[in-house]
Each structure stands twice: as structure tokens, then as C-alpha cells.
Nanobody
């Protein structure tokens, strides 16, 4: 079992920045993929970005360079740096951890973008 704890969400004005963090604990494997999904009210959960243990990244098309995913393997932590936030970026952001045969989710952290 893997436990994921997210932090860093909050309220930000349009154009502002946030850095989300997610710490994994438990049965951590050497080869895994961590990342972020988001879910806005009334919408399905969708991919934001993923990063493998080898630091290969995969971003959703809409990210357009304003979001950067990174990880610290020694700390079992994945980050999402979000710059130039827009109201449409508001959602609950969920951390995910994948390894062979299993996917785990965090509880989510709320990001609100409003003036």
C-alpha cells in the first residue's frame, strides 16, 4: 500500500503561482510514475502531468508551458509548479502514484483562482 499526502493548494489571484507537493510513503518501489490529475466541478478527472522514476515527463496538451512537474526521488515527492494561473485552472488536484499492477490516489488539494 502507498499513501499520498498532497499540500500547497489554496486561493490565488489570476496570474499568480502555486507549488503543489505530494509525498509518497509505504511500499515505494524503485520504478514508478507519479503525477497530477485535476477535477473541476461537474467535470471528469483529467490528466495534468506525469513523471517517471527516470524523470520522463508527460503533460496534457492544455498545459502550454505554464506548469512544470518535477520530483525528488530521495524524498519520494512530486511537485507541480503552476505559474500564470487562470480561473479555468481552478480544480481539486489529485496526486497519483503508479507501479506495476497498482495505482494510488491522494485525497486532493483545492486550487482556487479568483480575483
Amino acid at each position: 500500500q502507498v499513501r499520498l499526502v498532497e499540500s500547497g493548494g489554496g486561493l490565488v489571484q489570476p496570474g499568480g503561482s502555486l507549488r503543489l507537493s505530494c509525498v509518497a510513503s509505504g511500499s515505494i518501489s524503485s520504478f514508478n510514475t507519479m503525477g497530477w490529475y485535476r477535477q473541476a466541478p461537474g467535470k471528469q478527472r483529467e490528466l495534468v502531468a506525469l513523471i517517471t522514476s527516470g524523470r520522463t515527463t508527460n503533460y496534457a496538451d492544455y498545459v502550454q508551458g505554464r506548469l512544470t512537474i518535477s520530483r525528488d526521488r530521495t524524498k519520494h515527492t512530486v511537485y507541480l509548479q503552476m505559474n500564470g494561473l487562470k480561473p479555468e485552472n481552478a480544480a481539486v488536484y489529485y496526486c497519483t502514484y503508479r507501479r506495476l499492477g497498482a495505482t494510488y490516489w491522494g485525497q486532493g488539494t483545492q486550487v482556487t483562482v479568483t480575483s
